[in-house]
């Protein structure tokens, strides 16, 4: 703009002061080595006016053909741009499709030019683990975190594939890299848990459950199905490292809650029992017991192996003063009093128990005391009784 209010100011000066001149036009001599030019002054006005006029013209031009490459060069970028755009698309939906190989051919061509190389990356990791290509999945995934290596997105991916592959020890080593950054993230969270089940890492999970509950998806019963699964695993391991010393010294140091847990308990009994500790599992059972009579508990009673079943018909006599209708307790005491030798209490409380609810273990339990009494007829009697009761009911 000041370019041409100066072209226009010097060709008013020339229409005005050219008159002036034209009487008087001066003389001007240029010399250059041998070469002289001659002209008047008015002349050399008029060139200089002329050579500043085709300048700017020549400048103009110049920025036209430069606006117009810019124009072209970004036509031709934005057409690679909207290409790389649909191959991505529909590299993405032959990822949703399960089409490996496709899926990575687009994602991969796409690339370059696309407006999301990360996720283009991302999606070709998950398609070369698709067919296989554990490599060239990890190539994918480098490629993506040289583009961001601070991405969630990229470690969740990496997780997400090494769990699918059963890599769980690399998938932890993964998941823990970023879990300080992101402590709260649910599909973290939840890739963690997954790990540690796999890998049997009870003591880490029971560390990770309350976040579990808190910033995940775990609802209360499952997380309390979880907490058990881990309790009981751990105590299979303590019991298997440091045997029924160390396995009583964990019991010991678990809260009321979980020492009042029936599954718990149980778990606890059966590694004990396992380790020859009976005696020391009769004394939990029997705390649990005075708790709360559970069934499954009752049933622990006649599997322990006592060097005197006495104290277990003393507990289970006590739990009948609460509840006298209790078949399972009648079962457990005549199956009590069945390895004592003690037949007719046996024949007691087994009858009392198929009474209340038939069963076909106490039906055989009690045929044993019939023909321990030589009682043949009635024993003859019930073992019919007792197949009746196993045979699936006739249409």
Not at 120 to 132: D, I, R, S, V
Not at 261 to 270: A, D, G, K, S, Y
Not at 376 to 390: C, I, M, P, V
Request: contains cysteine; proline residues 3%; charged residues 20%.
């Amino acid at each position: 703009m000041i370019k041409l209010l100066l072209l226009v100011a010097a060709l008013i000066a020339g229409i005005i002061v050219g008159p002036m001149l034209a009487g008087n036009q001066g003389y001007v001599l240029i010399s250059a080595a041998n070469q002289t030019l001659e002209m008047s002054l008015t002349t050399l006005l008029l060139l200089v006016v002329v050579l500043f006029g085709l300048f700017f013209l020549l400048e103009n031009l110049i920025k036209w053909l430069l606006s117009l490459s810019s124009v072209t060069r970004g036509f031709f970028s934005g057409r690679k741009t909207r290409k790389a755009r649909q191959l991505t698309s529909n590299g993405l939906v032959k990822v949703l499709e399960g089409d490996w190989k496709q899926a990575e051919k687009l994602v991969v061509k796409s690339a370059t030019h696309s407006e999301t190389p990360l996720l283009n990356y991302l999606a070709a990791a998950e398609a070369a683990q698709g067919q296989g290509q554990f490599h060239q999945r990890d190539e994918y995934l480098r490629l993506a975190a040289e583009l961001d290596s601070e991405s969630l997105a990229v470690a969740l991916t990496r997780a997400r594939l090494q769990c699918r592959h059963h890599q769980y020890e690399e998938a932890v080593a993964t998941l823990q890299d970023v879990k300080g950054a992101h402590p709260r993230n649910p599909l973290l969270l939840e890739l963690l848990k997954q790990c540690y089940v796999a890998l049997e890492d009870w003591p880490a999970l029971l560390g990770l459950l309350p976040a579990l509950k808190k910033y995940g998806s775990l609802t209360e019963e499952q997380t309390d199905a979880l907490t058990v699964k881990a309790e009981c695993g751990l105590m299979a391991q303590i019991s298997q490292h440091s045997g029924s010393d160390g396995l009583m010294g964990h019991w010991n140091s678990l809260n009321r809650k979980a020492k009042q847990n029936p599954v718990l308990v149980t778990c606890f009994v059966h590694e004990m029992c396992a380790r020859n500790a009976d005696s020391e599992a009769y004394t939990v059972l029997r705390e649990a017991l005075r708790k709360k009579i559970d069934p499954d508990l009752v049933r622990l009673m006649p599997t322990l192996k006592l060097t005197d079943n006495h104290p277990a018909i003393v507990t289970l006599t006590d739990l009948l003063r609460y509840d006298s209708s209790n078949a399972t307790t009648h079962s457990a005491l005549g199956q009590l009093y069945l390895r004592d030798g003690k037949y007719k209490e046996a024949r007691t409380h087994l009858e009392k128990a198929i009474e209340l609810h038939p069963s076909v273990a106490d039906y055989s339990y009690l045929v044993e005391v019939l023909e321990k009494l030589n009682d043949k007829a009635a024993a003859n009697r019930l073992s019919r009784e007792g197949l009746a009761l196993a045979l699936p009911p006739k249409i």
